[in-house]
């Protein structure tokens, strides 16, 4: 049963507590996964095989897996998946393009030329989860915009149960553009993209979703390359008024509860009878669902409806929440663009349900979570490129700016920045 | 004496090993700063005071100083640093302005609307370090960029040794349009801002240059606000052909390194008679500058010059170095851009000395160090925003899309995903 507050007061402080809702990793787990670490550093590929026996039950015989083992996977696909995957990859890449950011020079008339070059990382690892979490749509979110951003090499690590990698996997792979396959998972794998070893080129950043040895070892090796953010539980929040359909809320708070039993599902609405009427149709509809069991944990545990007194009080809770997901489910669900401040991903009207955004319509799925969508963004292209700034200053042109610099070296204290200046000064 | 290594095997080795230089935080700080933050968050202002009153020596009456009493302590600097001051702000600001991205919409036929919507942060904190590193042109480059990001309120966090504050630093602030100043400093100063206090408002992100306290609150408390890059040891990279200056290259290599005992510079170069004539103007001009230990130290322990076969063989290498800055000072600058793929700011000719960039050109001078520069970039407006797509579907766009979002859904086994798109099939 989902718990319902009758007025805002109450309902901000559960906000607030839910923020703090995490997955503390243990010390073992931090132990273990520095230890993954370290060794792999030392001995490369033999400690991925061993890792892999250990952890996996077993290891591939070669690590990478050829293009054409990859084509014949895909080919024993539903035609049918395969024809929606391909249709979603057409509207993320549609959506991802629009982001590309251009480099840009400016050049003066006194000679001066300034600019900001942009350029793709060089090469991306991408990690996927084997097993039963295997997303296929998480392979076209993460590896399409790092595609698009330029990218050289996409490298992905997926682990293979028995040897056996999953043939959904394989098919977004393939769809995504994905260079380089390489079956391996766990903490060994983030380690192996990390440092690179005989077999497994190094690469510069490492993205996806993985479970707490994945999270722990990305969040140790940031530094020595760059991650994306390490993601909390998944959350919505759905902002509606008295004209929203408590069938089609239901069944949105539960697409996100289904996740996990640490997911959190919201529904903040100016209607009681809604609120109620949605509370019943989550009983109803969730006896009817194969992932009843986590639904009604995570509904318990992190889900609530919060009656507010206007849509104008409801809009100043979400801003605070800075929810991952927010849909407004409201009679003009455009107006309600510029009022939100904080949100990963805005759902607007009675057609976007969440889902809609998982898997389709173009925006990245990869969102910031327990309201750090305050300062943190979706994934996008502009996570996979790098800026260099460049100046070029003409002899006349540093002549005109030298007294200036001088002037700031020397109210710093740092004559040597001063030096550099004077000694073309002299000439 | 700097270290010259005559073939390009030797210097990447040298090269590699420079970037593990870094300053290791001890247990001991690490568990200071976390009681501090603790402190922070529970007792608040009275928790600042009582560390302003133990760190910095004294507590100002009021932790906030007024804007006439900034302006009082401004006009109290030289009137020609003030101008100067000015100018390298005008230069920033317009650099900056370029990198401003906008929100975009996409409004197809069938009524479906895409887009992203891009926001300046609501509150960014300012640290600025007081003492003998208070760097006016820091607060330039942190602010300016955030101004324009369209971040609402700038606060700058600074200490003030025995309640006076830096005028040249008020001054800075006045110039870059800071909101807010605060007279604190240390991990406490940090803390204050990232949760908030009586009469501290609690903000998104927090950058800036501090010490090792300062460093250890920020990472700390990354995740609760966002932070910029914890710099490690600042270093220059200097690309010079036989036409190049080696009253100049000594200049700058020593520019970099008069920063801290820590900072490396290096030369690459083809001309073996450079190398020598350089290394001689680096004894010869360090001589007569007031920083000229620190320099002798930085240059002894993490200088170099290599030679190298060919100007690609020093390219192939500064690449692999990715530096912070990089200096090209060859017959042709231009050409060495598109070949350039890692580094923060490259200077380009004999007239880009760093300062120029440190100062006034425009570019930022907050880049990424340790050869992060192969995925991380300068700061920028782009560092002060935050993204959020937004998605409006009709009935019927969903109809067509529903399908596929529901074949999509079950591979993955998420039946309740597919469910928000079914109930509203069924309507």
Redesign the interface.
Known sequence: MIQIFSNAVEGRCYLEQLKQRSRETGKEVEAAVSQIIEKVRVKGDEAVREYSLRFDGGVPEQLEIGREEMERLSNTC?P??L???R??AKNISE?HA??K?QS?L?TREDG??????I?G??RVGIYVPGG?A????SVLMNAIPAKIAGVREIVMATPAKNGIPNP?IMAAALVAGVDRVFLMGGAQAVAALAFGTNSIPKV??IVGPGNIFVATAKKQLY?T??IDMIAGPSEILVLADETANP??LA??L??Q???DVMASAILLTTSVALAEQTAAELER?SAG???NEI?SRSIRDFGAVIVCESMAEAVALANEAAPEHLEVCAAN??EY?GR?????????????????????????HVLPTSG???????L?V?SF???????????E??QA?G???V???E??????????????QKD
Request: charged share 25%; net charge negative.
């Open positions: 539903d049918d998946f024809a929606a995957l249709r979603a959506f629009r982001q950011q840009w400016e001066v030329i300034l600019g900001q070059r350029r990382l060089e039963t295997a997303y296929p749509s959904d510069d950043k530094g390359v760059d069938v089609y069944a949105d539960m697409s509860a289904e996740h509809q669902l194969s992932r639904i669900p455009m663009i939100i401040n904080n949100a990963g991903s805005v759902f607007l009207g009675n057609y976007a349900p969440e889902p809609l955004g998982d898997y389709y319509a173009g925006p990245n750090t969508a305050r300062f943190f963004s979706p996008s502009d490129i790098k800026k260099s700034s460049f100046i070029y200053y003409t002899k042109a540093l700016a007294d200036d610099i002037r700031l070296a109210a710093e204290g740092l004559t040597a920045h001063a030096n550099s200046i004077r000694v073309r």
